[in-house]
């Protein structure tokens, strides 16, 4: 029901756009903007981290402090899909992405208050 897309291989420095989109008009009986998402990573033999949330309406948005200022965030709701730019990558930023969405109103940054995930999508930065 979420699909995550836009991973792939880049050189340090480049960018990618990774794209987290709802299938049909209503995500388990609401419409997609009723959702605050969240993109994480899983990099091999590590914890899946936070990396950036959005809130349901994309007035508020979170960043891991490694990607601050590199990261961007957005939403648009009409297309119910959520965008991650991520601009300058680096080697370390190489790892799984996974997008996820809540009904909380929060925007949390914990991957337990998330109740629908998507599958990963494969971001590689090579040096």
């Known amino acids: 029901q979420l699909q995550a897309s836009g991973g792939g291989w880049v050189q340090a420095g480049g960018s990618l756009r990774l794209s987290c989109a709802a299938s049909g008009r209503t995500f388990s009986g609401y419409v997609f903007s009723a959702y605050a998402v969240g993109w994480f990573r899983q990099a091999p033999g590590k914890e899946r981290e936070f990396v950036a949330a959005?809130?349901?309406?994309?007035?508020?948005?979170y960043f891991t402090d490694s990607v601050k200022g590199r990261f961007t965030i957005s939403r648009d709701n009409a297309k119910n899909t959520v965008y991650l730019q991520m601009n300058s990558l680096k080697p370390e930023d190489t790892a799984v992405y996974y997008c996820a969405a809540t009904r909380r109103r929060s925007t949390p940054m914990i991957e337990m208050e998330y109740d629908y995930w998507g599958q990963g999508t494969q971001v590689t930065v090579s040096s």
């Open positions: 959005i809130s349901w309406s994309g007035g508020v948005t």
